[in-house]
Structure formats: C-alpha cells, structure tokens
C-alpha cells in the first residue's frame, strides 16, 4: 500500500518538463534535485515519500532519457496515476519497478484534487481518498506483474553461468 | 486471416516466443543503437551484473550530445561512455561523426525489413527507409545488449497516405507537423504509423527521415514508410545493392484509421510554444521577432535542408539581431554541404555552422536559450525548457521556414509572399 499527497497534473506532460535536460547527470543529488524544476521550483523540496503522480493522458511522453525515472523515484514518489501513459515512459518505469497504473474511468481523475492524502493498493488495482471514497484502476498485466514482483525487468536476465533465461 | 501490416510482419519474423496469444512478444532484434548520455546509464548496472554483449557487431554506439563536451561533468561522462564502448570492443562505435540517428541510417547495420532498438526515443526514424525502429529507455536497452531480444506488444497500425504534389517551398517537416495537428500528441500512442508515399514525384528520402523521426512526437512505436523505388535508391547508393528485405503491407491489411493527406494544398507550418502539436498555418501567425535560429537536429539537418538555407541565404544577410546556428547532423552530411559550398554561402551570410551533434536541440551546448529568447527551430520538440530556460519560446518549423525567418528577424505571415505563392 503506498499512501501519500496527490500531486495534480494536465495531459501531455513531457519528460523535459518532469525531469529538466540541466539536471541530466550521473550524480544522484543532481538528479534528485530537477524533478519537476522548472513547472515549480518549489515543488521537489517539498515531496514526501510515499507521495503520488496523478496526470491525465499521454505522461510521461518525449525523451526516453530514465533520469526522469530516477528522479521520481530518489524522491521516494510510490506511483503515478494517469489516464494513460506515453510508451517509452511506461515502459522505463516498470522497468524500474515503479508502478504506473491508469484510471479504469477516465473521468475519476476530475475527483481528485492536488494536495489530497490518497492510499493506493498496486496489487488490487484500487486508489482510496481520504473522504473514503475508492477509485478502481485497471490492473497490470501478468507480464508487468511479474517484473514488479521480480523487482525490475533486469532481475529477469539470465544469471551468469546459466545458459537460458528462466522466462521461456 | 486478414492481410498483415508491416509493423505484424517485421514483428512475426523476429518473434521468438512460442506462446502465440502472450500480449507482449518476444522478439529478437537486428541492431542496437546508443549514445553518449543514454548508455552512460546503464554502465554501472551492466558491470555490475557481469553481462556480455551478445553481438557486440549489432551495436552502433556514437557519442553526439557531449561532442564534444561542454562542461567538466560531462566530459567525465562522455569519458566513461567511450572507455565502455572501448572495453566491450564495440567495432561500431562513432566518436564525434554526428547524431546517433543519422549516423544509424548512414550504416549497412541498419537495413529494410529490420528490427532495430535505440537508446534514444528518435530511433523511431529508420523508418524512414523500411525498418521498424524504436526508441526505449536504459535499462530495456541493458536488457537487450546482454540478450539479443526484448518485449514488444503488436501495435495497431494507422495508415497515412500521401498524394498530390508537395509544393516546392513545402518539405516533409510540413508534412508531419500537419499530421501532428491532424492526431495530437497522443494521436499515434502505441501504434505503428505506416506512410504509403503516393504522390508525384515521390518524396524525397531527407523529407521521409523527417516525417519518420518525428513520428515519435505523436506517440508512435514505428512511423515506417512502404518501401518503394525511392528507398532501394537509398540502399543501392549506400550499399551498392539491396542487402535488406522490402516489406511491404498486405492488400487487405487491417488498419485502425486511414488518414490522407493532400500534399498539394500544404504550404508552410509552424508549431507554437510548448508542443509540436500546437500547429497552425504561418500564413496565420502573428509576426514575432526572434532572437535566435537554429536549423539541425536529427530530424532537420540534412544535405536537403542545408541546401533549403543556402538558397534562401545567398546574397542576403542573418538579421543583426538574430543568432543563426546551423549544425549537418553527421559530418558526412558536413563534408556534403562543404564541398556544395553551403557552408560558405551560410557563414558569409552570417550565419554559425557547428560541429554535427545535438547541439542547442536537448538544451546542451552552442545556442541555449536565455529567459528572453525566442527561437524558431528545425528540431522535433519546443518542449517548454527543452532547449534553455524555462521562459524561452521555441517555434518548430522547415528549414526554409527556419531560414527565411533569420533573414527577417521574424517569424511573420508573410514570409513566403502575401499569397504565400512567392517563388525563390
Ligand atoms: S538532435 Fe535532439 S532530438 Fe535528436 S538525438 Fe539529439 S537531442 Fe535528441
């Protein structure tokens, strides 16, 4: 279960908006630091762990760079909700265990307010507010299940010294 | 059965599950793309793990968003990138030769037919020449280093059939961003763009790149053209023959959306800040000055579109106030338009040619805005804060469009003429 604030985003989000090019770097305090620099320099400061992404359609689209995943996830954010999700993005942040889910009515997104305290449950696909009110979300498929479950799609790789890969 | 679409055939063809049904497949790839700042990603985890490339011939890594580095930081990192490159004895590793994209298409490892993946979201532009291509983040590209294979649902493809006569002050940059308004930037999510080129001529291979590469900025997983005599041209030329597989869609293939575009009544676009799918037609912009101009990026800086700014800057001058920034996106296409004699015709006129790389595209280096700049750009993206600061404006339109726009000191109405008819 991963409870939190909401933060409240519009559709289109791209990942230079999420993760500035200036904050591109190896270093992690760099990385931690741009998340979402330029739409609110005072945002990033104030996330707390546990907290989550909520948009409407397409996020995440754009470059494919993952220091938008790292970022995200070295400030501790649990989940992003969205209408749906830009490919490479998705991708990228199941990849990393991040669990992207989306609305199974896309008009939920408008009972939901930025700042709100939510609790979402990845596994029965379920977003709670603190009104008490339960929004359904459309379960993962077994494939982004099992790569959640496994921790990330690099533990799937086939360990050294073994011929083949267990996923056949 | 219904026909099949090229996205269904390439993907059946490098499908290596056994489970026919599985919503995600399976599939072995024919190349694997990197550059500098994606790859320099993965290294650790890539060591880390003890893996091994599993064909390390398959590879084509180029370092071209640091080339070259314009800060300590990323020289470190663009240091890193090579001695990886150099250590796993990647025989295809580019230094400072141009973007990764075209340097991809420009290779006999990218060929039609093909399944390549790319470290990069613009990967997605071999599809320009018959590959279905596309971009993914680090760790999926770790992934496919070590195996030789990665996970790909089957699109739904949405056909796009050009026909009529493109213009000759038009080019494919007009082209996609009228598709852009057409879908939006979600318009092609997950789906596979398939261009059937019907008009008369055919369009010219540069514009294809340039529809390809940004058929990323509408969602698309391939935006991949039908493969016809203009691409053998292109593979013939550089390879002396067709060393690839021509696929071509089914009769009855089964698409989502037809969509067709009427090439002759196109003229010029623009993309207003901050999204290539803010489109409206030049002729109905209010002017705006411009402080800077910039015509390069993987989706805009070949021969045809060096060759679009010489001609628009020949005996003529780059506006005082405006920084005009020109960058070939591989050093062959450099060495192209230098012995044109584009190189000159643009620096006479005041203009800046850099060496091939992302240049101000990413936000990088040689052009990065400034609060108060408004830059009109040939790249793929006006992402606000993409390429500068966040105040910066970005208007994405053609080369010519860029050009003209320079000598003005203003993206106005009537750049090309009242009527928008003027001829050069
Ligand atoms: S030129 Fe721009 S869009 Fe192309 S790879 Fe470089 S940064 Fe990305």
């Known amino acids: ?168 | 059965m219904t026909g099949r679409t090229i996205a269904d055939k390439i993907i059946d063809a490098h499908v290596c599950d056994a489970d026919d049904t599985a919503f995600y497949r399976r599939v072995t790839v024919d190349a694997v793309l990197g550059h500098d700042a994606t790859t320099a990603l993965l290294i650790d985890d890539f060591n880390r793990r003890g893996l091994s490339i599993w064909d390390r011939s398959r590879v084509l890594l180029a370092n071209d968003h640091f080339s070259p580095p314009a800060t300590a930081e990323r020289a470190d990192i663009s240091n890193r990138f090579l001695a990886f490159a150099r250590e796993q004895e990647i025989p295809n590793l580019m230094v400072d030769r141009g973007i990764c994209h075209q340097l991809l298409v420009e290779h006999e490892l990218c060929q039609a037919g093909g399944l390549v993946v790319g470290a990069d979201s613009h990967t997605v532009m071999a599809g320009g020449i018959g590959v279905c291509a596309t971009g993914m983040g680090a760790t999926d590209i770790l992934f496919t280093l070590a195996t030789g294979t990665t996970w790909l649902r089957r699109p739904q493809t949405i056909a796009v059939r050009f026909h009529g006569t493109l213009p000759g002050q038009a080019s494919g940059r007009d082209i996609v961003l009228e598709l852009l308004s057409i879908l939006g930037e979600s318009g092609a999510q997950y789906r596979s763009l398939e261009f059937h080129d019907e008009s008369t001529p055919r369009l010219r291979q540069d514009d294809r790149f340039a529809i390809a590469n940004m058929a990323v900025e509408i969602g698309a997983k391939f935006g991949v053209f039908v493969p016809d005599e203009i691409t053998v041209d292109y593979y013939v030329k550089r390879d002396g023959a067709l060393l690839g597989t021509l696929v071509r869609p089914d009769a009855d293939a089964e698409y989502e959306r037809m969509i067709d575009i009427d090439l002759s009544k196109l003229d010029a676009r623009v993309a207003k800040p901050w999204s290539p799918a803010n489109v409206v037609p030049l002729r109905e912009l209010e002017p705006i000055r411009i402080t800077s101009a910039f015509l390069g990026s993987c989706a805009s800086g070949r021969l045809s579109d060096i060759q679009a700014a010489a001609d628009e800057l020949a005996d003529r001058k780059v506006h005082p106030d405006v920084r005009f920034v020109v960058i070939p996106a591989s050093m062959a296409v450099f060495a192209q338009a230098l012995r044109a004699g584009y190189v000159e015709t643009l620096t006479t006129a005041g203009a800046i040619v850099n060496h091939s790389s992302c240049g101000a595209c990413g936000g990088i280096d040689k052009g990065v805005l400034g609060a108060d700049d408004v830059c009109v750009s040939s790249s793929n993206r006006n992402f606000r804060g993409r390429m500068g600061h966040w105040q910066s404006r970005t208007y994405l339109a053609s080369p010519r469009t860029v050009a003209r726009a320079a000598v003005r000191g203003e993206l106005a109405p009537d750049l090309y003429g009242d009527r928008g008819d003027d001829q050069p």
């Open chain 1, 1 to 168: 279960m991963i409870t939190g604030r909401l933060w409240l985003f519009g559709d289109d989000v791209n990942t230079d908006v999420i993760h500035p090019p200036a904050f591109y770097s190896l270093d992690p305090d760099k990385v931690r630091r741009g998340l979402f620099h330029g739409y609110d320099p005072d945002m990033q400061p104030s996330v707390q762990p546990g907290d989550v992404l909520v948009a409407g359609r397409n996020f995440g689209c754009g470059s494919s760079r993952e220091t938008s995943i790292r970022a995200i996830k070295l400030n501790n954010i649990g989940a992003l909700i969205a209408i749906d999700f830009a490919r490479i993005f998705f991708r990228n942040a199941t990849n990393n265990g991040l669990p992207c889910l989306t609305f199974t009515d896309p008009g939920d997104l408008s009972r939901l307010h930025q700042g709100q305290r939510i609790a979402v449950d990845p596994d029965a696909a379920t977003l709670r507010t603190e009104q008490g009110e339960v929004l359904p979300l459309t379960p993962p498929g077994e494939f982004v299940r099992r790569i959640w479950a496994a921790g990330g799609l690099l533990e799937l790789l086939p360990k050294a010294g073994t011929a083949r890969s267990q996923d056949s």
